[in-house]
Antibody, heavy 119, light 107 residues
Framework: EVHLVESGGGLVEPGGSLRLSCAASGFTFSSYWMHWVRQAPGKGLVWVSRINNDGSSTMYADSVKGRFTISRDNARNTVHLQMNNLGAEDTAVYYC????????????WGQGTLVPVSS | DIQMTQSPSTLPASVGDGVTITCRASETISRWLAWYQQKPGKAPKLLIYQASSLQSGAPSRFSGSGSGTEFTLTIRSLQPDDFATYYCQQYERYPLTFGGGTKVEIK
């Protein structure tokens, strides 16, 4: 059974940094693209970033480009999101999700981790 | 960016009703569209991909149709478990974008 478990969320001050992790199990991790999607409180879903199966290609939403970095460790079945220079607009639940490589819809989602940005 | 517009934003309905949600893309996306169901405090769940393909495990009362710029999600005979928020998502091109959501609520 596919499991995605996010960790690393928590309260951070404006301008601060945080690193989210997503531990995957139940499938051959190195064969799939992985994504981060976020949802601000009471709002809709927003795609954040994507990494391909071997980590050689990444993409970002304009709103996070230059501040966030997605990476993966296929030996540890983990994907990370390094978030720098956080602002109040980054407050959200962050979900990791798996897509079927070039078909970028999200077959499986983690339970999410909350990142409040506040002083 | 491709804008996705859902209507209505709220849909009051009763158990047993048939309901239809519409999703319009700002430019053609062929059939590269997915639908998700989300309940409060939970992660979204994939219902439909490629506009009309039912995800394994999703109930058969859910169906999707459309191509190009206009798509629909239909729930045949609404069940108590179906009261939730539904999102469409295009995957024709990055950045991937979602519709604003349709909340199906009890009438």
């Amino acid at each position: 059974e596919v499991h995605l478990v996010e960790s690393g969320g928590g309260l951070v001050e404006p301008g601060g940094s945080l690193r989210l992790s997503c531990a995957a199990s139940g499938f051959t991790f190195s064969s799939y693209w992985m994504h981060w999607v976020r949802q601000a409180p009471g709002k809709g879903l927003v795609w954040v970033s994507r990494i391909n199966n071997d980590g050689s290609s990444t993409m970002y939403a304009d709103s996070v480009k230059g501040r966030f970095t997605i990476s993966r460790d296929n030996a540890r079945n983990t994907v990370h999101l390094q978030m720098n220079n956080l602002g109040a607009e980054d407050t959200a639940v962050y979900y990791c999700a798996r897509s079927l490589n070039g078909y970028s819809y999200f077959e499986y989602w983690g339970q999410g981790t909350l990142v409040p940005v506040s002083s | 960016d491709i804008q996705m517009t859902q209507s209505p934003s709220t849909l009051p309905a009763s158990v047993g009703d048939g309901v239809t949600i519409t999703c319009r893309a700002s430019e053609t996306i062929s059939r590269w569209l997915a639908w998700y169901q989300q309940k409060p405090g939970k992660a979204p769940k994939l219902l439909i991909y490629q506009a009309s393909s039912l995800q394994s495990g999703a109930p058969s009362r859910f169906s999707g149709s459309g191509s190009g710029t206009e798509f629909t999600l239909t729930i045949r005979s609404l069940q108590p478990d179906d009261f939730a928020t539904y999102y469409c998502q295009q995957y024709e091109r990055y950045p991937l974008t979602f519709g604003g959501g349709t909340k199906v609520e009890i009438k």
